[in-house]
C-alpha cells in the first residue's frame, strides 16, 4: 500500500510511526484505507483517519461470542477498511498492547489499549493511594512495552509533606525506572509539567481506578471539557464510573491520549514477568541469602529476613512480591493448559 504525503502526514498526526514495523504491514496490505481505532463499542467501532472520524463495522467473526478478545481491534490499533465501504478488514501488527485478564477463571485476555507509548498510571494522593495496587500496575505496564508514569493527583489537597511521603513509599517504582509525577489535575497550568511527555508521535493511555482524576486530567490536557467527571465519595475516595468507554484524543501538544474507564480489578495474564518492576531489590537480595533455595521464612543467613529485621526493606512490598509472584504461577499454569486442550481439540 503506498500512502501520499498528504494522507501520511493526517495519519502522522493520529500517531502513525514510521518505523520499520509500519514499512512492512504497509508492504503486505495490498488495498484499502488506514484509520486509528478511538473507540471500541459492543456494536462496532469509531475510527479516525486524521481528516474525519467515522463508525466502522467489525468483520462478522469478531462479533461471534467465543472470538478471542486479543485478536479483535482495540483502541489504538491501526486498522484497514474497505475500500468502499466502512468495514474494517483486519488490523496491522502492534508494536505492544496493555492487557490484563478479564475477571473469572480463564485468563481470557482483556485489551486496554494498543500501540501506545506511554502509560499513566493515574492515582490520587487521598484515600486511592496504594502502593501495592501501583506495583500491580507496573507489571502490566511492563508487559505492555510502554514506559510507565505515575501521575499523583489531588497534591493541592494533600499537603506538600504528606505528599512527600505518598512519594518516598514508592521510591522502588521510580529505582525500576519509572517517573513520580505529582500534580492538581484541575489546573491547566499544574498539568504543563505533562506537555513534553505528549508530543507529536506520541500515543499515551490513562490507567487508574475510578475517581484517582484521569477524565480531569484529560481536560486539562485539551484545554477543554470533553470527558465528564464526577465527585468522588468522600468515604472512601472511590469515583462512580463517568467514564464509560475507551477514547482516543488528540491533545493540543501534539500526541495521543487514551481515557479508560476506571479497572477495579487488575489481574495479571500470565505474559508478565516481574523485571524491572519495583522488586529488584528483594531479587537482589534473595541472591545474597546463604542458602540458594533460600523460601525467606527462618532460614539462617536469609539476607531477606536481615533486611526485615533492619527496616531496610517493607514487608509489604515482600508481602506484594510473593502474592504477585504466586499469581504469576497460577496463571501461566491455566494459560499453558488452555493451550494444551485447544491443540488436542483441533487435532
Ligand atoms: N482538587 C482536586 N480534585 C481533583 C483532582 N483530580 C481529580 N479531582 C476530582 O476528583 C473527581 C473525580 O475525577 P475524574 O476525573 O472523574 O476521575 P476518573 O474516574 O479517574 O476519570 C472529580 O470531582 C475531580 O474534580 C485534583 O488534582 N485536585
Ligand atoms: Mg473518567
Ligand atoms: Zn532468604
Excluded at 223 to 242: F, M
Aim: hydrophobic share 35%; proline share 4%; glycine share 8%.
Amino acid at each position: 500500500m503506498i500512502i501520499d504525503p498528504e494522507r501520511l502526514a493526517r495519519l502522522r498526526s493520529m500517531g502513525w510511526r514510521e518505523d520499520a514495523p509500519a514499512a512492512v504491514a504497509l508492504a503486505a496490505a495490498t488495498e484499502g484505507r488506514l484509520a486509528r481505532v478511538t473507540e471500541q463499542h459492543r456494536s462496532g467501532y469509531v475510527v479516525d483517519d486524521g481528516e474525519r472520524e467515522l463508525t466502522a463495522q467489525a468483520p462478522a467473526p469478531w462479533t461471534r461470542g467465543n472470538f478471542p478478545p486479543e485478536q479483535r481491534a482495540a483502541v489504538g490499533d491501526w486498522v484497514r477498511l474497505k475500500d468502499d465501504e466502512d468495514l474494517i478488514l483486519d488490523w496491522l501488527p502492534r508494536f505492544g498492547v496493555l492487557k490484563r485478564a478479564a475477571a473469572g477463571e480463564h485468563y481470557k485476555q482483556q485489551l486496554i489499549a494498543a500501540n501506545i507509548d506511554l502509560v499513566l498510571v493515574v492515582c490520587g494522593l487521598d484515600g486511592d493511594f496504594n502502593p501495592r495496587r501501583l506495583e500491580r500496575y507496573l507489571v502490566l505496564v511492563r508487559g505492555s512495552g510502554a514506559e510507565a508514569v505515575f501521575v499523583f493527583t489531588k497534591s493541592d489537597q494533600c499537603g506538600s509533606d504528606n505528599a512527600k511521603m505518598a512519594l518516598d513509599a514508592v521510591e522502588s517504582l521510580q529505582a525500576a525506572g519509572a517517573r513520580l509525577i505529582s500534580l492538581n489535575a484541575r489546573s491547566l497550568d499544574s498539568v504543563k509539567v505533562l506537555h513534553p511527555l505528549l508530543g507529536p508521535g506520541v500515543t499515551a493511555v490513562l490507567v487508574g481506578s475510578s475517581g484517582a482524576g484521569k477524565s480531569t486530567l484529560t481536560n486539562s490536557l485539551l484545554g477543554i471539557e470533553r470527558q465528564k467527571t464526577n465527585t468522588v465519595r468522600a468515604n472512601d475516595s472511590r469515583g462512580r464510573h463517568t467514564t464509560t468507554h475507551r477514547a482516543l484524543l488528540r491533545l493540543p501538544s501534539g500526541g495521543c491520549l487514551i481515557d479508560t474507564p476506571g479497572m477495579r480489578e487488575l489481574k495479571l495474564t500470565g505474559e508478565e514477568t516481574l523485571d524491572r518492576t519495583g522488586f529488584d531489590h528483594i531479587e537482589a537480595l534473595a541472591q545474597t541469602c546463604r542458602f540458594r533455595d533460600c523460601q525467606h521464612e527462618r532460614e539462617p543467613g536469609c539476607a531477606v529476613q536481615a533486611a526485615l529485621d533492619n527496616d531496610t526493606l517493607d514487608p509489604g512490598a515482600l508481602g506484594n512480591y510473593r502474592k504477585l509472584q504466586g499469581e504469576l504461577e497460577q496463571a501461566r499454569k491455566v494459560v499453558k493448559q488452555r493451550e494444551q486442550q485447544g491443540s488436542r481439540r483441533r487435532r
